[in-house]
């Protein structure tokens, strides 16, 4: 259900993980929404300094998870997940 969201070619997608990632895109310094259908942002918990956070990403044209360290003054989408105990 989720890959109907996605921009083509969407490439690889399974959601075999279960994950369901939407593709909110993010809201940038020019406040506006950007890249919406084509990115899932997610915020972590992992902060680099008081301007920048650990960022995970998704995106139609790979198949593979990314990391970076983005801008505190973006807009991310946040996953919450329990703890498995």
């Not at 075999?16 to 593709?23: C, Q, R």
């Not at 301007?51 to 996953?79: I, P």
Request: with cysteine; charged share 20%; glycine share 8%.
């Amino acid at each position: 259900m989720g890959a109907l969201y996605w921009a083509h070619p969407n490439t690889d997608a399974s959601n075999l993980s279960g994950f369901t990632a939407l593709p909110g895109g993010h809201w940038d310094v020019k406040e506006s929404f950007s890249r919406m259908g084509h990115y899932a942002y997610f915020w972590t918990c992992d902060s680099y300094d008081s301007l920048f956070a650990h960022e995970c990403s998704l995106n139609f044209e790979t198949s593979y998870f990314l990391q970076d360290w983005g801008s505190k003054q973006r807009g991310m989408s946040v996953r919450c997940i329990k703890d498995a105990e």
